[in-house]
């Protein structure tokens, strides 16, 4: 359980998605703009950048099922915010407690083996 | 929500131990109780639970409940609990549990243990907020950089 052990392959699957949504200048500006101004909608998102607002919601999409950020359906539009929280306190969390069995199962190990 | 791993905790460690002292080691409570840390009172019996004190002078205020799930000799112990309930003014007791799971296995003349604790999506969203608080930073400070580099 050292700090130098390979990252499993199952976790870095599971954080590809993450990076891929991240990975694209349209969704990093509308990531930066979202946490800057948000929440906002995708007409006023529109204006900043020189793209559709078909392919801006796209973009949004693709953010929203890496649970970067969610949406909101005020009447005709749907207000989209950036959402850090959901996944940094749920990694902060298992984090927390993983640390803890480390330190448990230390002390299994030396009980066991002495 | 595209992570997997926020629901579960898993650990591996090889034991350089028969795998009868690392079964004895978990499925005996007073045994469990010495390396974890804590007094149990009572034996493990399948369905039933196992109240404890954790004994560390700093967390002498959690009391635990052990909810022994399965026993099968040798090979996996299991149990439902609170996953680290430290406010103590807080009722853990509604809160759904967290399932942890011992498996052991022959392994390099000893034993490979492997441990998975689940259902942590289950738990009240306050309580991961707990621990977020500890430490949120990270992202927003993440996000006002990139924010600066792409206005810049």
Known sequence: ?114 | MTTPTTDCIKKELHLRAPQARVWKALSDAHEFGTWFGMKLEGAFVPGESVFGRITHPDYEHIHLEMKVERMEAETLFSYWWHPYPMDKKRDYSKEPMTLVEFRLEVADGGTLLKVVESGFDKLPPDRRDEAFRMNDSGWTHQMVRIERYVTN
């Open chain 1, 1 to 114: 359980m050292s700090r130098t052990d390979a990252i499993p392959a199952a976790r870095l699957k599971g954080a590809a998605p993450l990076f891929a949504a991240l990975g694209d200048a349209t969704r990093l500006g509308l990531l930066a703009s979202l946490c800057a101004g948000g929440p906002l909608t995708v007409t006023r998102l529109s204006g900043q950048f020189d793209v559709s607002r078909q392919a801006i919601t796209k973009h949004l999409e693709v953010l929203s099922e890496a649970g970067l950020v969610k949406s909101l359906r005020q009447g005709r539009e749907r207000i989209w915010t950036f959402e850090p929280k959901r996944l940094e306190e749920a990694h902060h969390y298992l984090e927390r407690l993983s640390k803890q069995w480390d330190v448990s199962l230390g002390r299994l190990k030396a009980f066991v083996e002495n």
